[in-house]
């Protein structure tokens, strides 16, 4: 690789302040950054609202590693509760592996000094005892002072509670759930408790359970309830997204039973009748994700000022509600929002663009708010970048399965090559987000195309559930199929097709080399590779994920060793570059060491590279710059370019 190639893989991926796990209060907003250049210190930053000029004050003033750990993926690693008119900031370190505490007060402004904006009421303190496990951040504050939560202790989630008067406590442990538990919230008055519960062998975006619990004057839990309704969920197995208090009585989430995440109101005035207050049913639309990691937001407010996100086509939408009815509804330039807050009238989000990076928007509906996003914010827009392009083409069983297209920026060649990339998870999307590796390829000359092949989400529940019993035959069908159809319309050249894909992607990738000749190549980062493997060792969050994508595992035992491409690694005659952290957790790197003699002995392009301090995804800047250098290198040699 050339100096200027080495220079512009350092500039693709650059990096900026992080600005993690947003989240506004009152008139300031807060966030997690890096302190330093260690990545394993980082703090709690704060300033004023809509004020991009001010500095940082750092909230948080020893060192810790503040990080969420739950259920192996994680998610926000803090909160703060706006509590007696106080700012309580509780958050999970994994130094200490405990939480930790803090209030403050805000600052007058005509009192502010020194990048100052909030006063500390009460020094940080070590509210838990060190855990032997893994603290979620949905807490709840009762009157009483008491903190409620949920932990992951010995392969079981509890609801806990802790006393805030009090330091280095054993956590009291409520209830022991059947299994899995997340989502706890509560109402403004925190004498009601929601929650959502799950158990095999199901994941939760499968089927779980929305819970109320009833908190008695003491903080004692006086009554536990589990919603059922028989237009919702008494016949079917439905999913609950991010059960929210708008009011003292009043509970929104979303809810899959029409066949999307559509929203449902309900009134817990009585926690023995609880009833729906209003229903809203909208095809095409979905108001909810797979909840892979905890504190996905896609809804925040008060009834009186109510606003949610939701997916249209291959946009985003944000709805205003007053009093349970639809006001407005504003379309977006965003393909992904994350950290969606909203306090009275002020919303808070990160949104990412086709054409931009996630930029933090600050928005103040108090003012007067335009119909489309676009005419209120200024976005600075990446030049000579390649856009998206939306193409449905037929899949398996000649259903419609969605993609998108980048075409090439430079030509290069008579007939561009081809790179399809099959996304993670397997119930993972491609939204059309800028990605760094998409736009570097088309730079080279490449035609880049990802496959949203069926189970992915974001096309509803039917869409979603293709891929049920077929995981390692619908994916590799679609990504072939589409492969297929761009060399029909003389968009590509079918004779350099390479195929891409990350953790399940590899799967999908490798499998697409086994059966059939359409792909030269494959470059696959941490992939599955042994599903036998998989159902033994992977961990407590995915145990029960191959019950769906495969099948029981002692009914389904033939296609669990005949969808592994560790069974078949000798047919595989063409070049494979594979890239795994060794320390990764979820899929051991040792799956990847078992085949790479066999590989490397099949082929002589074929590589294996291991990076020591990388894990189940690649962080450091330093690795992704050798991945994309070598994966040019390796492309070079295996198509001959």
């Known amino acids: 690789?050339?100096?200027?190639?080495?220079?512009?893989?350092?500039?693709?991926?650059?990096?900026?302040?992080?600005?993690?796990?947003?989240?506004?209060?009152?008139?300031?907003?807060?966030?997690?950054?890096?302190?330093?250049?260690?990545?394993?210190?980082?703090?709690?930053?704060?300033?004023?609202?809509?004020?991009?000029?001010?500095?940082?004050?750092?909230?948080?003033?020893?060192?810790?590693?503040?990080?969420?750990?739950?259920?192996?993926?994680?998610?926000?690693?803090?909160?703060?509760?706006?509590?007696?008119?106080?700012?309580?900031?509780?958050?999970?370190?994994?130094?200490?592996?405990?939480?930790?505490?803090?209030?403050?007060?805000?600052?007058?402004?005509?009192?502010?000094?020194?990048?100052?904006?909030?006063?500390?009421?009460?020094?940080?303190?070590?509210?838990?005892?060190?855990?032997?496990?893994?603290?979620?951040?949905?807490?709840?504050?009762?009157?009483?002072?008491?903190?409620?939560?949920?932990?992951?202790?010995?392969?079981?989630?509890?609801?806990?509670?802790?006393?805030?008067?009090?330091?280095?406590q054993d956590i009291c442990r409520i209830i022991k759930f059947k299994n899995f538990a997340g989502e706890l919230s509560s109402n403004t008055s925190a004498s009601l408790l929601s929650w959502v519960e799950w158990d095999s062998p199901h994941m939760p975006w499968e089927k779980n359970d929305l819970c109320f619990a009833q908190i008695d004057s003491d903080g004692e839990i006086k009554t536990i309830k589990k919603f059922s309704n028989k237009l919702i969920n008494v016949k079917k197995n439905v999913s609950f997204?991010?059960?929210?208090?708008?009011?003292?009585?009043?509970?929104?989430?979303?809810?899959?039973?029409?066949?999307?995440?559509?929203?449902?109101?309900?009134?817990?005035?009585?926690?023995?009748?609880?009833?729906?207050?209003?229903?809203?049913e909208r095809n095409l639309i979905e108001y909810g994700v797979p909840q892979w990691v905890s504190g996905i937001k896609f809804f925040s407010g008060t009834i009186k000022n109510f606003f949610c996100v939701g997916k249209k086509e291959d946009s985003l939408i944000v709805e205003q509600y007053k009093d349970l009815v639809l006001v407005k509804e504003f379309s977006t330039p965003f393909t992904a929002i994350s950290d969606f807050n909203v306090f009275r009238n002020k919303v808070l989000l990160r949104g990412y663009g086709s054409d931009f990076l996630g930029i933090v928007f600050e928005i103040d509906f108090a003012e007067k708010v335009l119909s489309n996003f676009s005419e209120q914010i200024h976005i600075d827009h990446i030049k000579d970048c390649s856009k998206p392009e939306t193409f449905w083409f037929k899949g398996f069983e000649n259903q419609s399965t969605h993609s998108f297209l980048y075409k090439p920026l430079l030509e290069n060649f008579r007939k561009p090559p081809l790179l399809v990339r099959a996304h993670s998870g397997p119930t993972s999307f491609f939204d059309g987000s800028y990605n760094s590796e998409v736009q570097y390829w088309t730079s080279k000359g490449f035609f880049v195309a990802e496959v949203n092949y069926g189970g992915s989400s974001g096309f509803g529940k039917e869409y979603r559930e293709r891929l049920n019993y077929k995981w390692g035959i619908v994916d590799s069908y679609d990504c072939k199929a589409l492969a297929l159809e761009l060399s029909k319309l003389n968009l590509v050249d079918s004779e350099k097709v390479v195929i891409s894909g990350n953790s399940a992607g590899g799967l999908t990738a490798l499998n697409c080399l086994l059966f059939g000749s359409i792909f030269t190549a494959a470059i696959c980062k941490y992939p599955v590779i042994d599903l036998k493997d998989m159902y033994y060792n992977t961990h407590r969050f995915e145990k029960d994920y191959l019950n769906s994508l495969i099948g029981n595992y002692e009914k389904n035992y033939d296609d669990y060793i005949n969808r592994s491409p560790i069974n078949h690694i000798n047919k595989i005659k063409k070049p494979i570059l594979l890239f795994h952290g060794k320390k990764d957790k979820v899929i051991s790197y040792k799956q990847t060491l078992k085949i790479q003699e066999i590989l490397i002995q099949n082929n002589k392009y074929s590589e294996v590279i291991f990076f020591e301090n990388e894990g189940h995804g690649f962080k450091n800047i330093e690795t992704k710059e050798v991945v994309l250098q070598k994966s040019q290198r390796f492309l070079k040699n295996a198509l001959n370019i």
């Open 241 to 280: 997204f991010q059960p929210f208090w708008i009011s003292e009585t009043l509970l929104v989430c979303s809810e899959d039973s029409s066949g999307w995440w559509n929203l449902l109101f309900l009134d817990v005035s009585e926690i023995e009748n609880i009833f729906i207050k209003k229903r809203v």
């Open 1 to 168: 690789m050339s100096n200027d190639d080495k220079l512009e893989v350092r500039q693709t991926l650059s990096k900026k302040k992080d600005f993690k796990e947003l989240s506004i209060i009152r008139d300031i907003i807060f966030w997690i950054d890096f302190v330093g250049e260690d990545q394993n210190e980082n703090g709690i930053f704060a300033r004023p609202f809509n004020d991009k000029e001010a500095f940082p004050q750092k909230l948080t003033s020893k060192k810790y590693n503040i990080k969420n750990n739950f259920h192996g993926y994680g998610g926000k690693s803090y909160k703060c509760i706006n509590f007696k008119n106080n700012f309580y900031l509780i958050w999970i370190d994994q130094i200490t592996n405990a939480l930790w505490f803090q209030i403050f007060r805000e600052v007058a402004s005509n009192n502010i000094t020194q990048h100052k904006y909030l006063d500390s009421v009460q020094e940080p303190r070590q509210l838990s005892k060190s855990i032997d496990g893994n603290f979620d951040s949905s807490f709840v504050i009762s009157q009483k002072d008491f903190l409620y939560g949920i932990c992951e202790i010995n392969n079981r989630d509890y609801l806990f509670s802790l006393d805030l008067k009090k330091t280095k």
